[in-house]
C-alpha cells in the first residue's frame, strides 16, 4: 500500500492505493570473434581480435493501481484500477575490436595488456504501450455530462532506429605459475562508464540531453579480480577466486550498487578426459523507480543474490 498523500483542499484527507507491478525481460548478446596473434620468442605475444556482436532483447511491464481508498471518504469508489502495459523490442548489431600483450620475463611470471574498444552498435527499438481503467460510473465532470465505466486506449507501435557506442576497457594483470603446481592471478579493469554516447545518423532524434544526462550520473570505474588454482595428488585440482565490479553511478543514494562475486571449484583431469564443478555466488544491489514524480518518486531498493553450479565435462579423441 502506498500513501498518495493529502487532498491539497483538506490535509485531513489521506489517500491510499494498491500498486504492483511485474517486469518480464530476456535477451541474448553473442559474438563472431576473428583473432590473430603473433609470438616472439615465447617471451612476448602480440595479438587483435575484430568482434561481430549481435543483440536482442524484450521487455514488458505491466504497472497496476488498485484499492483506492480515501479516509475521510470510506464508501466513495470511483475507481476499481488502472493497468498500464508497456513493451519494447530491441535488435541489432555492432563491432568491436582488442588489442592484447603478455610479456614473460621469466617462465613463473606473466604480465598481460588488454584493450577493447567501444562497441559501436546499430539498433532499433520497437515500443507501444496499452492502457486500460475500469470506473464505477464515475461522474466525471460533476454535472451528470459524462459517467466513466470501463475505458482503454493504446499507442501505436513507434520504431526508432539510433546508434550506440557502449564504454571501453583497459585491462591489466599479473599472474604467477608454481612450477606445475596450480596459478595465482588477479587483474584491474578501468571502464570508462560516462562514455557511452547515443546517436542517429538522420538527426530525427535529438539525443543531446541523454548524453548529458550519462555524462552527469556515471563515472568511471576500478573494477578488479583475484583468483589461483592448486593441484592436489597428480589429477585433482581446487580453485577459488573474488571478483568486485565498482558503482558506476556518481550518486549514492544511500545504497552501494557494487557487485561482489565468489567462486570456488574442484576438477579432476587425465590426458583423455576432465570434469570440472564450480559454484558461483554473487551479490548486489540496485535501485528502482516504476514512474518519475516532480518530487517525492517512488524509490525500490531492490537486493539481488544468486548463486549457480556448474559442470563441465571435456573428452580428448
Not at 491539497?8 to 507491478?21: A, C, F, G, K, Y
Not at 459524462?146 to 482503454?152: C, K, N, P
Not at 563515472?219 to 580453485?239: A, H, M, Q, S
Request: aromatic share 14%; net charge neutral; hydrophobic share 30%.
Amino acid at each position: 500500500m502506498s500513501v498518495l498523500g493529502t487532498f491539497p483542499s483538506n490535509p485531513n484527507d489521506i489517500r491510499t492505493v494498491l500498486q504492483n507491478e511485474n517486469v518480464t525481460t530476456s535477451g541474448a548478446q553473442n559474438q563472431l570473434s576473428i583473432a590473430y596473434g603473433v609470438n616472439f620468442s615465447d617471451k612476448f605475444y602480440i595479438g587483435g581480435g575484430l568482434g561481430l556482436n549481435f543483440l536482442s532483447f524484450q521487455s514488458k511491464r505491466v504497472y497496476q493501481e488498485s484499492n483506492f481508498r480515501f479516509d475521510l471518504a470510506p464508501n466513495f469508489h470511483p475507481l476499481d484500477n488502472m493497468r498500464l502495459e508497456e513493451n519494447l523490442k530491441t535488435t541489432g548489431s555492432g563491432i568491436s575490436a582488442s588489442l592484447g600483450m603478455i610479456y614473460r620475463p621469466m617462465d613463473q611470471v606473466q604480465i598481460g595488456f588488454s584493450y577493447n574498444t567501444p562497441t559501436f552498435y546499430q539498433l532499433t527499438d520497437n515500443y507501444s504501450a496499452n492502457m486500460t481503467t475500469k470506473w464505477n460510473s464515475f461522474d466525471y465532470y460533476g454535472n451528470g455530462s459524462a459517467y466513466l465505466t470501463d475505458q482503454s486506449d493504446k499507442t501505436q507501435e513507434i520504431t526508432t532506429p539510433y546508434a550506440l557506442q557502449t564504454p571501453s576497457r583497459i585491462n591489466l594483470g599479473l599472474s604467477f605459475f608454481m612450477e606445475g603446481k596450480g596459478f595465482l592471478s588477479g587483474d584491474i579493469e578501468l571502464s570508462n562508464y560516462a562514455g557511452a554516447t547515443y546517436s542517429t545518423g538522420d538527426g530525427t532524434v535529438d539525443f543531446t540531453s541523454d548524453n548529458a544526462t550519462i555524462k552527469s550520473a556515471y563515472r568511471n570505474v576500478i573494477n578488479f579480480r583475484v583468483g589461483g588454482e592448486y593441484k592436489i595428488l597428480t589429477n585433482y585440482r581446487v580453485r577459488a577466486g573474488y571478483s568486485y565490479l565498482a558503482d558506476p553511478y556518481r550518486s549514492t543514494q544511500n545504497t552501494d550498487r557494487s557487485t561482489n562475486r565468489f567462486s570456488g571449484g574442484f576438477g579432476y583431469r587425465t590426458k583423455d578426459f576432465s570434469v570440472d564443478l564450480a559454484l558461483i555466488f554473487s551479490e548486489a544491489k540496485s535501485l528502482y523507480t516504476p514512474y518519475t514524480l516532480n518530487y517525492n518518486s517512488p524509490l525500490v531498493n531492490i537486493s539481488n543474490t544468486n548463486t549457480m553450479a556448474l559442470v563441465t565435462v571435456g573428452f580428448t579423441l
